[in-house]
Nanobody
Framework: QVQLVESGGGLVQAGGSLRLSCAASGRTFSTYTMAWFRQAPGKEREFVAAVNWSGSNTFYADSVKGRFTISRDSAKNTVYLQMNSLKPEDTAVYYC????????????????WGQGTQVTVSS
């Protein structure tokens, strides 16, 4: 069982930066693939970024590539999402998720989910 708690969301102006954190409970955190998804109002939840168990491999949605960076610190049981050059279209609730498998962009591949943190980007 893994419990995930996101933090770091907030209101920021376009062009600004935020860093989201996802703290995980459980001794097996380092064995999980971790990902960030987001859901904007009236839209389906979508994949944002993922990192494999060792941190050696990452994958990004085209919409955030070059602006967002996912990383993990296994000593702290935490995964991060550094978001730079934010745009109003990045406004969404951001969710952290954990999977026992390889990096995957599908929600169904992820077993554990956090409660989400709101990110609002003003123009």
């Amino acid at each position: 069982q893994v419990q995930l708690v996101e933090s770091g969301g907030g209101l920021v102006q376009a062009g600004g930066s935020l860093r989201l954190s996802c703290a995980a409970s459980g001794r097996t955190f380092s064995t999980y693939t971790m990902a960030w998804f987001r859901q904007a109002p009236g839209k389906e939840r979508e994949f944002v970024a993922a990192v494999n168990w060792s941190g050696s491999n990452t994958f990004y949605a085209d919409s955030v590539k070059g602006r967002f960076t996912i990383s993990r610190d296994s000593a702290k049981n935490t995964v991060y999402l550094q978001m730079n050059s934010l745009k109003p279209e990045d406004t969404a609730v951001y969710y952290c998720a954990a999977s026992r498998g390889a990096i995957n962009i599908k929600e169904s591949a992820y077993l554990y989910w956090g409660q989400g943190t709101q990110v609002t980007v003003s123009s």
